[in-house]
Protein backbone atom coordinates (compact mmCIF):
# COMPACT_ATOMS: atom_id res chain seq x y z
CA UNK A 1 0.00 0.00 0.00
CA UNK A 2 1.61 3.35 -0.95
CA UNK A 3 1.34 5.51 1.81
CA UNK A 4 1.22 10.09 2.05
CA UNK A 5 5.14 11.20 1.79
CA UNK A 6 6.23 13.73 4.40
CA UNK A 7 5.51 17.06 2.61
CA UNK A 8 2.60 17.18 3.86
CA UNK A 9 0.62 13.66 4.85
CA UNK A 10 3.14 12.99 8.07
CA UNK A 11 2.38 16.50 9.46
CA UNK A 12 0.29 15.58 12.35
CA UNK A 13 -1.32 18.67 13.88
CA UNK A 14 -2.86 22.09 13.05
CA UNK A 15 0.10 23.88 14.31
CA UNK A 16 1.77 21.79 11.38
CA UNK A 17 -0.45 21.38 7.90
CA UNK A 18 -2.27 24.61 8.19
CA UNK A 19 1.03 26.38 7.53
CA UNK A 20 1.62 24.40 4.98
CA UNK A 21 -1.51 24.62 3.22
CA UNK A 22 -0.95 28.21 4.02
CA UNK A 23 1.62 28.51 2.07
CA UNK A 24 0.92 26.49 -1.09
CA UNK A 25 -2.12 28.43 -1.96
CA UNK A 26 -0.05 31.63 -0.92
CA UNK A 27 2.20 30.65 -3.66
CA UNK A 28 -0.86 31.28 -5.89
CA UNK A 29 -2.36 34.47 -7.53
CA UNK A 30 -6.06 35.04 -6.93
CA UNK A 31 -8.52 35.68 -9.97
CA UNK A 32 -11.61 36.22 -9.57
CA UNK A 33 -14.16 36.12 -12.88
CA UNK A 34 -18.09 36.44 -12.64
CA UNK A 35 -20.16 33.88 -11.07
CA UNK A 36 -24.05 36.32 -12.04
CA UNK A 37 -24.09 38.57 -9.46
CA UNK A 38 -20.73 37.12 -7.32
CA UNK A 39 -17.50 35.70 -7.83
CA UNK A 40 -16.08 32.72 -9.23
CA UNK A 41 -12.51 32.11 -7.32
CA UNK A 42 -9.18 30.56 -9.38
CA UNK A 43 -5.64 30.05 -7.96
CA UNK A 44 -3.20 30.11 -10.79
CA UNK A 45 0.49 28.81 -10.13
CA UNK A 46 3.25 28.97 -12.25
CA UNK A 47 3.92 29.67 -15.99
CA UNK A 48 3.63 28.23 -19.57
CA UNK A 49 0.70 26.23 -21.05
CA UNK A 50 -1.91 26.81 -18.95
CA UNK A 51 -2.90 23.57 -17.15
CA UNK A 52 -6.72 23.66 -15.60
CA UNK A 53 -8.01 21.70 -12.22
CA UNK A 54 -11.24 20.61 -11.77
CA UNK A 55 -12.20 19.78 -7.94
CA UNK A 56 -15.02 16.84 -6.85
CA UNK A 57 -18.12 17.75 -5.34
CA UNK A 58 -18.72 18.73 -1.99
CA UNK A 59 -14.62 19.76 -2.81
CA UNK A 60 -12.52 22.69 -3.75
CA UNK A 61 -8.88 23.69 -4.92
CA UNK A 62 -7.90 22.05 -1.85
CA UNK A 63 -8.77 18.87 -3.38
CA UNK A 64 -5.27 19.42 -5.35
CA UNK A 65 -3.27 20.50 -2.75
CA UNK A 66 -0.79 17.86 -3.05
CA UNK A 67 -0.34 18.11 -6.81
CA UNK A 68 0.17 22.02 -7.86
CA UNK A 69 3.39 22.78 -6.94
CA UNK A 70 4.74 20.07 -8.80
CA UNK A 71 2.67 20.47 -11.52
CA UNK A 72 3.20 24.19 -11.33
CA UNK A 73 7.18 22.83 -12.37
CA UNK A 74 5.92 22.15 -16.13
CA UNK A 75 2.70 23.94 -16.50
CA UNK A 76 0.62 27.39 -15.66
CA UNK A 77 -1.53 25.81 -13.08
CA UNK A 78 -5.27 26.97 -12.57
CA UNK A 79 -6.98 25.51 -10.23
CA UNK A 80 -11.15 26.49 -9.76
CA UNK A 81 -13.45 26.59 -6.79
CA UNK A 82 -16.48 25.68 -8.81
CA UNK A 83 -19.66 27.80 -8.66
CA UNK A 84 -21.25 26.61 -4.99
CA UNK A 85 -18.18 25.19 -3.96
CA UNK A 86 -15.27 26.31 -1.79
CA UNK A 87 -14.84 30.21 -2.39
CA UNK A 88 -17.22 30.54 -4.71
CA UNK A 89 -20.43 32.44 -4.90
CA UNK A 90 -23.30 30.30 -5.48
CA UNK A 91 -24.98 31.47 -8.53
CA UNK A 92 -28.61 31.63 -9.75
CA UNK A 93 -30.24 28.49 -10.27
CA UNK A 94 -30.69 25.93 -11.85
CA UNK A 95 -27.60 24.23 -11.04
CA UNK A 96 -27.14 21.79 -13.38
CA UNK A 97 -24.20 20.90 -15.63
CA UNK A 98 -24.64 23.30 -18.87
CA UNK A 99 -25.19 26.08 -16.04
CA UNK A 100 -22.35 25.35 -14.16
CA UNK A 101 -20.31 24.31 -16.73
CA UNK A 102 -20.85 27.63 -19.06
CA UNK A 103 -19.73 29.88 -16.00
CA UNK A 104 -16.85 28.06 -15.42
CA UNK A 105 -16.02 28.44 -19.29
CA UNK A 106 -16.64 32.14 -19.70
CA UNK A 107 -14.37 32.52 -16.40
CA UNK A 108 -11.80 30.39 -18.28
CA UNK A 109 -12.00 32.41 -21.19
CA UNK A 110 -11.03 35.39 -19.21
CA UNK A 111 -7.74 33.89 -17.88
CA UNK A 112 -6.36 31.89 -21.08
CA UNK A 113 -7.83 34.18 -23.53
CA UNK A 114 -10.86 33.22 -26.02
CA UNK A 115 -8.31 31.76 -28.20
CA UNK A 116 -5.94 30.27 -25.85
CA UNK A 117 -5.60 26.23 -25.76
CA UNK A 118 -5.67 24.42 -22.65
CA UNK A 119 -5.71 20.71 -20.81
CA UNK A 120 -8.25 19.86 -18.80
CA UNK A 121 -8.45 17.78 -15.88
CA UNK A 122 -11.54 17.05 -13.15
CA UNK A 123 -11.45 14.87 -10.57
CA UNK A 124 -15.34 12.86 -9.91
CA UNK A 125 -17.83 15.66 -10.23
CA UNK A 126 -15.05 17.74 -12.10
CA UNK A 127 -14.51 15.35 -14.65
CA UNK A 128 -18.41 15.94 -15.71
CA UNK A 129 -18.60 19.27 -15.56
CA UNK A 130 -15.11 19.28 -17.01
CA UNK A 131 -15.91 17.00 -19.95
CA UNK A 132 -19.22 20.01 -20.87
CA UNK A 133 -16.47 22.35 -20.73
CA UNK A 134 -13.75 20.82 -22.88
CA UNK A 135 -16.38 19.77 -25.60
CA UNK A 136 -17.26 23.50 -25.58
CA UNK A 137 -13.54 24.25 -26.50
CA UNK A 138 -13.07 22.27 -29.50
CA UNK A 139 -9.91 22.78 -31.27
CA UNK A 140 -9.35 24.95 -28.22
CA UNK A 141 -8.55 21.73 -26.09
CA UNK A 142 -4.80 20.74 -25.74
CA UNK A 143 -6.14 17.55 -23.46
CA UNK A 144 -8.85 16.29 -21.47
CA UNK A 145 -7.84 13.79 -17.95
CA UNK A 146 -10.54 12.22 -16.29
CA UNK A 147 -9.35 11.05 -12.47
CA UNK A 148 -12.47 9.37 -10.47
CA UNK A 149 -14.75 9.09 -13.65
CA UNK A 150 -17.98 10.49 -12.53
CA UNK A 151 -21.14 11.28 -14.83
CA UNK A 152 -21.11 7.46 -16.24
CA UNK A 153 -24.44 6.82 -15.12
CA UNK A 154 -26.27 5.76 -11.89
CA UNK A 155 -24.09 3.03 -9.81
CA UNK A 156 -24.74 0.66 -6.73
CA UNK A 157 -24.87 2.39 -3.59
CA UNK A 158 -23.52 -1.02 -2.15
CA UNK A 159 -19.86 -0.22 -2.00
CA UNK A 160 -20.52 3.39 -0.24
CA UNK A 161 -23.08 2.83 2.29
CA UNK A 162 -22.62 3.67 5.63
CA UNK A 163 -21.33 6.97 4.72
CA UNK A 164 -22.93 9.90 7.02
CA UNK A 165 -24.57 13.16 6.27
CA UNK A 166 -22.93 15.80 8.22
CA UNK A 167 -25.06 18.23 9.77
CA UNK A 168 -25.01 21.48 11.88
CA UNK A 169 -26.59 19.96 14.93
CA UNK A 170 -23.48 17.67 15.43
CA UNK A 171 -21.33 18.23 18.37
CA UNK A 172 -17.52 17.84 17.75
CA UNK A 173 -16.72 14.84 18.06
CA UNK A 174 -19.71 13.39 15.94
CA UNK A 175 -18.66 15.30 13.05
CA UNK A 176 -15.27 14.29 13.34
CA UNK A 177 -16.15 10.47 13.25
CA UNK A 178 -18.83 11.49 10.84
CA UNK A 179 -15.63 13.52 8.28
CA UNK A 180 -13.34 10.35 9.07
CA UNK A 181 -15.95 7.69 8.22
CA UNK A 182 -17.01 9.47 4.93
CA UNK A 183 -13.06 9.84 3.89
CA UNK A 184 -12.82 6.09 4.80
CA UNK A 185 -15.74 4.91 3.00
CA UNK A 186 -15.48 6.93 -0.27
CA UNK A 187 -12.26 8.68 -0.55
CA UNK A 188 -9.35 7.07 0.50
CA UNK A 189 -8.42 2.86 0.12
CA UNK A 190 -6.12 3.07 3.49
CA UNK A 191 -7.37 4.29 6.96
CA UNK A 192 -3.74 4.97 8.00
CA UNK A 193 -3.77 7.61 4.93
CA UNK A 194 -6.78 9.55 6.78
CA UNK A 195 -4.82 12.03 8.38
CA UNK A 196 -5.36 15.42 9.99
CA UNK A 197 -4.89 17.50 6.81
CA UNK A 198 -7.51 15.15 4.76
CA UNK A 199 -9.77 15.84 7.55
CA UNK A 200 -9.42 20.01 7.76
CA UNK A 201 -9.91 19.60 3.78
CA UNK A 202 -12.88 17.46 3.51
CA UNK A 203 -14.54 19.21 6.87
CA UNK A 204 -14.21 22.75 5.90
CA UNK A 205 -14.87 21.67 1.43
CA UNK A 206 -18.28 19.80 2.88
CA UNK A 207 -19.08 23.13 5.49
CA UNK A 208 -18.85 25.48 2.17
CA UNK A 209 -20.76 23.23 -0.20
CA UNK A 210 -24.04 24.83 -1.15
CA UNK A 211 -25.04 22.79 -4.37
CA UNK A 212 -25.92 19.17 -4.65
CA UNK A 213 -23.62 17.62 -7.06
CA UNK A 214 -24.42 13.78 -6.45
CA UNK A 215 -27.22 13.45 -8.98
CA UNK A 216 -25.31 15.29 -11.69
CA UNK A 217 -22.49 13.16 -11.32
CA UNK A 218 -25.12 10.26 -11.22
CA UNK A 219 -25.88 11.29 -14.45
CA UNK A 220 -24.33 9.92 -18.16
CA UNK A 221 -23.41 13.08 -19.09
CA UNK A 222 -19.33 12.47 -19.01
CA UNK A 223 -19.83 9.74 -21.79
CA UNK A 224 -22.09 11.95 -24.15
CA UNK A 225 -19.37 14.80 -24.10
CA UNK A 226 -16.89 12.20 -24.55
CA UNK A 227 -18.31 11.62 -28.20
CA UNK A 228 -17.94 15.05 -28.71
CA UNK A 229 -14.57 15.89 -27.29
CA UNK A 230 -11.97 17.38 -30.60
CA UNK A 231 -9.04 16.82 -28.25
CA UNK A 232 -6.46 13.56 -26.34
CA UNK A 233 -8.46 11.92 -23.83
CA UNK A 234 -6.76 10.18 -20.51
CA UNK A 235 -8.32 8.50 -17.74
CA UNK A 236 -6.36 7.59 -13.89
CA UNK A 237 -8.55 5.54 -11.37
CA UNK A 238 -7.02 4.41 -8.11
CA UNK A 239 -7.45 0.59 -8.06
CA UNK A 240 -9.72 0.60 -4.92
CA UNK A 241 -11.64 3.41 -5.79
CA UNK A 242 -15.41 2.67 -4.32
CA UNK A 243 -17.49 4.44 -7.12
CA UNK A 244 -16.40 1.87 -9.60
CA UNK A 245 -16.33 -1.13 -7.40
CA UNK A 246 -16.33 -4.13 -9.26
CA UNK A 247 -16.97 -2.48 -12.52
CA UNK A 248 -13.74 -0.59 -13.56
CA UNK A 249 -13.08 -2.51 -16.72
CA UNK A 250 -16.63 -1.62 -17.76
CA UNK A 251 -16.01 1.68 -17.02
CA UNK A 252 -13.04 1.52 -19.09
CA UNK A 253 -14.39 0.04 -21.71
CA UNK A 254 -16.99 2.67 -21.54
CA UNK A 255 -14.95 5.45 -22.12
CA UNK A 256 -12.89 3.37 -25.07
CA UNK A 257 -16.06 3.30 -26.79
CA UNK A 258 -17.04 6.86 -26.78
CA UNK A 259 -12.95 7.93 -27.03
CA UNK A 260 -11.85 4.48 -28.83
CA UNK A 261 -7.86 6.88 -28.08
CA UNK A 262 -8.60 7.15 -24.65
CA UNK A 263 -4.97 6.59 -22.65
CA UNK A 264 -6.46 4.80 -19.26
CA UNK A 265 -3.97 4.37 -16.17
CA UNK A 266 -5.26 2.86 -12.60
CA UNK A 267 -2.98 2.89 -9.71
CA UNK A 268 -2.72 -0.18 -7.34
CA UNK A 269 -3.28 0.16 -3.79
CA UNK A 270 -5.45 3.40 -3.77
CA UNK A 271 -8.51 4.75 -3.61
CA UNK A 272 -11.24 7.61 -5.13
CA UNK A 273 -9.13 10.31 -4.00
CA UNK A 274 -6.22 8.89 -5.62
CA UNK A 275 -4.14 12.16 -6.33
CA UNK A 276 -4.28 13.03 -2.32
CA UNK A 277 -3.67 9.37 -1.23
CA UNK A 278 -0.93 8.37 -3.74
CA UNK A 279 0.40 12.32 -4.90
CA UNK A 280 3.84 11.33 -5.97
CA UNK A 281 2.45 8.03 -8.17
CA UNK A 282 -0.71 10.78 -9.91
CA UNK A 283 1.54 13.86 -10.44
CA UNK A 284 3.97 10.98 -12.45
CA UNK A 285 1.35 9.57 -14.56
CA UNK A 286 -0.81 12.37 -15.37
CA UNK A 287 2.24 13.94 -16.32
CA UNK A 288 3.28 11.33 -18.76
CA UNK A 289 -0.26 11.52 -20.14
CA UNK A 290 0.20 15.12 -20.90
CA UNK A 291 3.29 14.64 -22.82
CA UNK A 292 1.63 11.42 -24.64
CA UNK A 293 -1.63 13.35 -25.32
CA UNK A 294 0.81 15.65 -28.12
CA UNK A 295 0.75 12.63 -29.90
CA UNK A 296 -2.21 10.93 -29.53
CA UNK A 297 -5.56 11.67 -31.69
CA UNK A 298 -8.43 13.44 -30.89
CA UNK A 299 -11.20 11.45 -28.94
CA UNK A 300 -13.70 12.53 -31.78
Given at each position: ?9 SLK ?40 LLH ?74 GSV ?168
Amino acid sequence: MRSISADAGSLKSPMTFLPWLNDVSGRARRIETPCDDGSMVWRVWGEGEPLVLLHGGFGSWMHWCRNVLPLSQHYQVIAADIPGLGESDLPDPPHDADRLAGIISNGLSEIVGKTGRCHIVGFSFGSMLGSVVASGLEDRLSSLTLVGVAGMGPRERGPTAGMVRVHPEMDADEHDRAIRTNLEILMLADPANVDDLAMHIQSDNTKRSRIRSRPLSLSDRTLVELERVWGPVGAIWGGHDRTCWGVIEERKQEIMDAAPSADIRVLDGVGHWVQYEDAEGFNAELLDLLADARGRPSGR
